[in-house]
């Protein structure tokens, strides 16, 4: 049973800093990416926005809006992977989900994803 647990989140003012924590346990085999989205009052789960991603590989991606201000990173020995927040803003406001997504099956040359998304943790900017 594959279980993705985030923690870090909090109140914080205009130009603070938090750092998000996601611990999976369980195996997860053949991720293809991992990525920390958000959610913002008022959408839904299908409206999240990827805000930072990395894959196995090591390869990074940002939002427009958090490039020089977020650093996505992972510890494989812990099975933990971090979101770094610098100089936040209240449009980081939301909530945010630590997200894995992995092949679940392949048939001939069609490959199944799957995805484990975490519980989410509030992040809010306010003076």
């Known amino acids: 049973q594959v279980q993705l647990m985030e923690s870090g989140g909090g109140l914080v003012q205009p130009g603070g800093s938090l750092r998000l924590v996601c611990e999976a346990t369980?195996?997860?085999?053949?991720?293809?990416?991992m990525d920390w989205s958000r959610q913002v009052p008022g959408h839904s789960a299908l409206e999240r926005d990827m805000v930072a991603s990395i894959t196995p590989q090591g390869a990074t991606n940002y939002a427009y809006n958090v490039r020089g201000r977020f650093t996505i990173s992972r510890d494989d020995a812990k099975n933990t992977l971090y979101l770094q927040m610098n100089d936040l803003k209240p449009e980081d406001t939301g909530v945010y989900y630590c997200?894995?997504?992995?092949?679940?099956?392949?048939?001939?040359?069609?490959?199944?994803?799957?995805?484990?998304w975490g519980q989410g943790t509030q992040v809010t900017v306010a003076s």
């Open positions: 369980g195996n997860i085999a053949n991720i293809n990416s």
């Open positions: 997200h894995v997504n992995y092949v679940r099956a392949t048939k001939g040359w069609t490959r199944y994803n799957g995805d484990y």
